[in-house]
């Protein structure tokens, strides 16, 4: 049974009837599916990869920090378990700097690791800041949850190809000539959705015109459980740690944001030469780094639609919000996007594409993103331009945030973001 009785999932002469139609299978689409199935209404995955895809997906190179908010609804909706425990690396602190000629870095603690540092009565000491894991393993921890889900359709090697709303549903067109009804279309199908484009939604393209480089590199000299994110003269490094493998020494995700043919030369470059560049080009922080993974690009865009909602469709994930990776929290963004929509339709009259809740849950998810969205861009920017009085500027930017305990209490919430 659907929750609402009316509307019943079934296969029949080429046509699929659901509830809600999810167009792509990537994290914040899965997340929603099981959103969804929670509060009794059918959902179809629609998604264009291969099952294999979904089932054992690839190392891409992201290591995701997760805040506790997003753990906690991952334990909720039983994805937590699917993760092996030793591949989560607890994040302690993050160091942000800027540029070589000193100048004071700026310090998050997790509370209560250094006396006096940030508390909080909203944020418990002893916990950490967040915790990170690599995004193929997230992935695949969301597939098992959906695969042990009733409720849930997943169609793979399949593409949204085309909607149509009316007034009490949605037909969707699919890749292999079939067609599906539904009474909510869900745009899950990242940054450049072709959904948002397809319901005439604009979005904010902030296109940085550079591109990044991720891959992991082992190392002798401990990471400490510590990210740094390094704004550095013509070029932004991130060095993120990771859970150890039993291997020598310790493991960090290198983060590099440089000019595309940079990175376009460091990704082929030999690994000989790559360790040496790394090694150099992060002034020899964590000793000799040396690459044990692929090297995997992205262009650096984010993306911010004009709307969340159309008649009957919704953008979840980062269709919706395509954060700048800096911050860290499109994934944790995706989280709380699917879970405010999936609260809002369930507050509402029993109709999943009930207009008046889809408007809801925009202004709610708008409040929640665009403030982070809008001052991440600008950090960007200010922090990248080597021109002019820029790097004087940023380091004593950061000298002033050090000391201003409200500000650094105020970023550490936002880190972590605690239940
Ligand atoms: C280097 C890097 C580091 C990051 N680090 C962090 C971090 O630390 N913390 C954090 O919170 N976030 C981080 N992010 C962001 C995070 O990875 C993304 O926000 C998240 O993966 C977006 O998930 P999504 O499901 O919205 O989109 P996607 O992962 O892009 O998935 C979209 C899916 O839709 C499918 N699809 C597309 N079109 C169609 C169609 N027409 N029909 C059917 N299927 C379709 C695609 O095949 C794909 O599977 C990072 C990103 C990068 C690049």
Redesign the pocket.
Known sequence: MTRHGDVHQVEQAGSLTSDVVI????????AAALSFAREGWRVSV????PPG?LESPSFD???????HH?VHWLKQHGVWDHIPAEAVCPLEVARVESGRLGGQPLIFHAPGIVPGSAADDEVPDGEPLGF?VA?HLI?RALHQAVRRTEGITLLCQ????GFQAGREMVQVSL?DGRAMQARLLVG????F???REMAGIGAIVHDFSMS?L?CRMRHLTPHDNTALQWFDERQTIAL?PVAPDGGMGDISSL?LTLPPDDIARLRVAAPDDFNAEITRRTDERLGLLRVMSDRIT?PLKAVYAHRFHAPRVAL????AV??H?IT???????IRGQETLVQELSAGPGDPGDAASLQRFERRHRKATFPLFAATNAIAVAYTRDDGPFPLARRAGLMLANRLAPFKKAVTRMLMDPV
Do not use: C, Q, W
């Open positions: 167009a792509g299978g990537g994290p914040a689409g899965l629609v998604e264009k990869a895809v190179g992201r290591e995701i920090a997760l805040t997003t990170l995004n992935r399949t593409g949204v190809t890749s899950a199908d990242g940054r959705s072709r959904i990044i991720v993120l983060v992205y979840i994930g980062d269709a395509g954060m990776p860290a929290h499109g994934f944790n963004f995706g």
